[in-house]
């Protein structure tokens, strides 16, 4: 009686654990690729573990608390390390809702890849889309360093515009020094009359020299 036991189970989880069967997933490794020289072979104690990471992801579902390691079934086994399986409910004796086993496994992928040394690439659930990994939250809150750099933009055209108002005086500087030069040259100039060096006029106090006044009008009195 007990090996007609045997034979009844595993025939229905031969009906359970099916590729494309109800509920069913496939899991695909490359365990060469990820580590190469250290690969490990995919034995009895892998899938083992591989039934325990399962089952662990379970029973942190609501009302799955009491998944055990048996109820893991896994089929079609390849040398390539690719295979089915599925989750059972031993009460019940069908395998749980697909949406559960997608949600556990989500919840746990990154404690399943470690548990392999594998990475979302190299150990793929292909009915199961991977997880995004959490944020890295910043060291330095993000408006502290928009602030920091609107401070700095600032500081930068403060420098610009004193630096600009700096050139600017000095040309001017530059130009009224040349105007007082030209100046003072023109009021130095002496003109040569018959060879006779005199001022033509006094443009400060616009006076005739007396050189150009004529010899009556010197004498001629007031």
């Known amino acids: ?32 690729t990820a580590l190469g020289e250290k690969a490990y072979a995919w034995d009895t104690n892998e899938e083992y573990l591989f039934k325990a990471m399962v089952a662990f992801s379970m029973r942190k579902v609501p009302n799955r608390e009491t998944t055990e390691i048996s109820h893991v079934l896994l089929c079609n086994v390849t040398q390539r390390v690719s295979f089915w399986f599925v989750v059972t409910d031993p009460l019940k004796n069908h395998t749980l809702p697909a949406e559960e086993i997608r949600s556990a496994i989500r919840m746990n992928r990154n404690r399943i890849n470690n548990a392999f040394s594998l990475n979302d690439q190299t150990l793929e659930f292909l009915k199961i889309p991977s997880t995004l990994a959490p944020p890295i939250d910043p060291s330095v809150p993000i408006w502290i360093i928009i602030f920091g ?29 040349e105007v007082d030069d030209t100046e003072d040259k023109c009021e130095n100039t002496i003109t040569i009359e018959n060879g006779i060096p005199c001022d033509p006029l006094d443009t400060k106090g616009w006076h005739i020299n007396d050189t150009f006044m004529a010899e009556d009008e010197r004498l001629t009195p007031l």
């Open 149 to 177: 750099v609107i401070f700095c933009i600032v500081i930068v055209a403060i420098t610009l515009l004193v630096l600009s108002g700096i050139r600017q005086r000095r040309r001017k500087n530059q130009r009224s020094s």
């Open 1 to 32: 009686m007990l090996w007609l036991f045997f034979f009844l189970v595993t025939t229905i989880h031969a009906e359970l654990c099916q590729p494309d069967a109800e509920n069913a997933f496939k899991v695909r490794l490359s365990i060469r």
